[in-house]
T-cell receptor
Framework: AQSVSQHNHHVILSEAASLELGCNYS??????LFWYVQYPGQHLQLLLK??????LVKGIKGFEAEFIKSKFSFNLRKPSVQWSDTAEYFC??????????FGQGTELSVKP | KAGVTQTPRYLIKTRGQQVTLSCSPI?????VSWYQQTPGQGLQFLFE???????NKGNFPGRFSGRQFSNSRSEMNVSTLELGDSALYLC?????????????FGPGTRLTVL
């Protein structure tokens, strides 16, 4: 069965620090990959997505992610975090458009 | 465009009761998916409807059911509620006309079962 693993449960950073959140999935076929963010009190929003093409994808608010097929990974990065990036981040995989399989989420706390 | 809307936003029920949650997708979106979010299990897929037909189903008991109407609005029903059904129920819509597409999520319905 497909599964998604996010390595970090809770990450605490200071403002301006660099961020990398790990995401690995288990599925051998073609996958579509997503990172969603849930800010406190708000609903899930899409940060970025990968369907095909350039494995380095750029999303909103300065986030980017790199798809490494050989490692089944889709790590999220941001060079310099801000306090407003405090949120929960979810990696998700789909091989059928309507069914997303989510990782357990990573809670990011950014200290001002 | 208006986003995905879900009603009600909060609901308190007792064990054994049943509940119906409603979701209105973004205008033009024909696919509606439902997810359950809990602290212990995270986000889990319930089912997807497209043009009034269930396309995908997750691993939930038959007490969880859904349907979609001709205007793409969707409802999900949970019968014989259990304490473990307390969760945030999220609805997401997408176009899904050709191949994969991103899903847009609503604010959720917070269900508490006492």
């Amino acid at each position: 069965a497909q599964s998604v693993s996010q390595h970090n449960h809770h990450v605490i950073l200071s403002e301006a620090a660099s961020l990398e959140l790990g995401c690995n999935y288990s599925y051998g076929g073609t996958v579509n990959l997503f990172w969603y963010v849930q800010y406190p009190g708000q609903h899930l929003q899409l940060l970025l997505k990968y369907f095909s093409g350039d494995p380095l994808v750029k999303g909103i608010k300065g986030f980017e992610a790199e798809f490494i097929k050989s490692k089944f990974s889709f790590n999220l990065r941001k060079p310099s975090v801000q306090w407003s990036d405090t949120a929960e981040y979810f990696c998700a995989v789909s091989n059928q458009g309507g069914k997303l399989i989510f990782g357990q989420g990573t809670e990011l706390s950014v200290k001002p | 465009k208006a986003g995905v809307t879900q009603t009600p936003r909060y609901l308190i029920k007792t064990r054994g009761q049943q509940v119906t949650l409603s979701c209105s997708p973004i205008s033009g979106h024909r696919s509606v998916s439902w997810y359950q979010q809990t602290p212990g299990q995270g986000l889990q897929f319930l089912f997807e409807y497209f043009s009034e037909t269930q396309r995908n189903k997750g691993n939930f008991p038959g007490r969880f059911s859904g349907r979609q109407f001709s205007n793409s609005r969707s409802e999900m029903n949970v019968s014989t509620l259990e304490l473990g059904d307390s969760a945030l129920y999220l609805c997401a819509s997408s176009t899904r006309d050709r191949g994969p597409d991103e899903q847009f999520f609503g604010p959720g319905t917070r269900l508490t079962v006492l």
